[in-house]
């Protein structure tokens, strides 16, 4: 396997890294570096390497690589010119780059502007003065982002477009950063995915005290320490989710493997990192069992306002839940039975051995055919006056049940796109005519259903008929 940079750097002691201007410039083509190998393997380094005072590699990364695999020896020249310019000059200006490619220099510039900036802040100066980017007056605000994209030679909002892309979809950002893909459709792609994730019941980090910790557990015995809530409280949900006011995670992690799982890329994100040390490993956090007690008292008869989804980021009811965990959760419950508790799990087998709540909706996930059985039967083993309902989130193939007269509602959905830790799944839409079979399904038993919105013009949507005329 070929090395990269970073490996080759221990055998040129000049060098004490890459200057992020240089790691900003767009890789050439696998064509263009071949071409590039050969050359400087039969006519040797014809222009010397550019590096910082303090050693940072500012120009000419491809012809080190080159030069390290082809043992020819290499030139070192120390600039003192900007390396942001440098890069400008001698990558950017010269190579015919698309606009996206220059949008993603710029936003990596854009980091840098934004520190001059700080440092002329902390000096008292109003003027970017005669730094890299010229005598340029402008508020701080917006700044940054308006001078790298003047000296790029793109706009200020293709720069942020460009951010945009790289915050919501890494993998997305590489490929315009390549020119594989247009800003616009990157931009485009990124929005689609920042729209499907706000819809889903996602956790927020709390507000902390930063003097108190909690203790939390697996359920393989790890214990670990996470900041303490100043108020331990129920999340609340965005008016994207419109069936519960609330989220609730007193547990946490699951072990199904669904690759599609929006609880898993939330708990393996950065932004949740001090409170998911454990990552999606099933963890008991028993200090937020206070939250239903915590809460005010919802009105009677208040729908979604008093309704609240538990363990939206685990399954509480799978296999390796242990008993002393859902008891608990359940104790929690029956101390403010006037909150709505919404429960969904891939094993309904297991309500049955728990006491049930007089005010729950009790679900299963279905998302295959070979689920219904067992789901049905688990289904129909415990009686309640409380919602007993399917969750067909995501459908991802053709379902026909064999009895639903025991279901209160249905809902049906599609596969949104996640960013898992191991790379990007993409989105899934069902087939149109899955989704009439299942519809009518429900209208022969009575049983209500509630199509998700990203059945309908939202991403992903349904894959709809578009058959050609008869004749």
Known sequence: MQPTINDILVHYPELTGIHPACLAVPAISEEDCNTLNEDIEKNGLIEDLLVTEDGLLVDGR???????????????????????IVSLSKNIARRHLTVGQKAMFGVEWKQHEAELARKRQAHGQTSPGNNACGNISRSVAGTARDIAGEKIGVSGKSVDKAEKITEVAPDIAEQ??????????????????EKQSKALPVEQPPKVDSKAFATIITAKGVESKIPLPKSVVFNQTTD???????????????????????????AHSQRMADYYPNKFEPTFHRYRLDAPANMPKPKPDSGK????????????FGRWVPDEWIRSVFDACQGAPEWEYMFLTKWPARYAKMPLLEKAWYGSSVIRQSDVPRVEKAMQSFRTDCVKWISL???????????????DLMVIGSQ?????????????APEFDWIVDV?????????????????????????????????
Request: aromatic share 10%.
């Open 240 to 266: 994207a989710v419109d069936w519960a006011a609330y989220t609730w995670n007193p547990v946490t992690g699951c072990e199904h493997g669904c690759n599609f799982c929006y609880a898993r890329e939330i």
């Open 62 to 84: 491809n012809r080190l690589m080159a030069c390290y695999l082809g043992h020819v020896e290499v030139r070192f020249k120390v600039t003192k010119t900007d390396p942001w």
């Open 393 to 407: 989130e995501p459908m991802l193939e053709p379902i026909k049940f064999d009895d639903i007269s025991w279901c």
């Open 416 to 428: 949104t796109s996640t960013n898992q830790p191991d790379g990007h799944v993409p989105e899934f």
């Open 176 to 193: 315009v950063k390549q020119g594989d893909m247009s800003l616009e459709e990157g931009y485009k792609e990124a929005r689609n995915r």
């Open 305 to 316: 306002d008093g309704r609240v989804f538990v363990c939206s980021m685990a399954d509480l």
């Open 439 to 471: 519809v009518n399904q429900c209208r022969a038993e009575g049983v209500p259903y509630y199509l998700k919105a990203n059945l309908g013009m939202d991403r992903p949507g349904m894959k709809l008929p578009k058959p050609g005329p008869r004749r």
